[in-house]
């Protein structure tokens, strides 16, 4: 038996034991979770390389990105991530056409690194880890549930942050929920308050209530 395929043979059992603690990990494993296992960086590296795991991003590696949509992704990787803008807006279904990239509301203190991936586009944004816990609710997107700001709160930060969205789709949401029979003015001017968002909520909502 030649050294070769010694090697070859040991490879593919290792090979074997990390797509089988990643399949029993939800599909996604992180690199210090492989390191447990005994698994090096080179040896992570050369599955990569050869085509047999795929980074998703920095530390985190999976079998086949086709296993997964986009918003259990999202989920799986940014649990400490609120939905919020365009991606809220998506998730209450006041608009209807999916956004490009995710719009997440994240601890400023988060490395950065953690967002730069291809696949799902993330767009942070950075936010006081006490303002981050305001309003915190989950709403099911894509049969997956996830974090989300309390849709007057997302409609009071829609408006602080005008600038970032386009003028069309913001137009659409603030009208969808507008309509909402559920929606709470009361909240609504709270949250507005607590965001320094008044004046854009009575000029821009008010003319309409």
Not at 135 to 158: N, P, Q, S, W, Y
Request: aromatic share 10%.
């Amino acid at each position: 038996m030649s050294d070769s395929y010694v090697i070859n043979e040991k490879r593919e059992h290792i090979l074997d034991q990390v797509k089988e603690f990643i399949l029993k990990n939800g599909g996604i494993a992180k690199k210090s979770q492989l390191n447990e296992l005994g698994i090096d960086y080179r040896r992570i590296l050369d599955f990569v390389e050869k085509g047999d795991l795929l980074r998703l991003k920095n530390g985190y590696y999976t079998i086949r990105i086709s296993d997964f949509a986009e918003e259990e992704l999202i989920a799986k990787l940014f649990p400490d991530c609120v939905l919020n803008l365009e991606s809220g807006l998506y998730a209450y279904g006041y608009i209807e056409k999916k956004p490009y990239g995710w719009r997440l509301s994240v601890d400023k203190n988060t490395s950065k690194s953690r967002f730069k991936m291809d696949y799902p586009k993330v767009l942070p944004l950075y936010t006081e880890p006490e303002i981050l816990k305001l309003g915190v609710t989950e709403a099911k997107v894509g049969g997956c549930r996830m974090a989300v700001f309390e849709k007057e709160r997302l409609i009071c930060d829609c408006l602080k942050y005008e600038d970032k969205i386009d003028r069309d789709v913001l137009k659409e949401g603030l009208m969808s929920y507008i309509k909402d029979p559920d929606k709470d003015i009361a909240k609504l001017m709270r949250y507005a308050r607590e965001r320094k968002a008044v004046k854009k909520v009575q000029s821009i909502i008010g003319v309409w209530l």
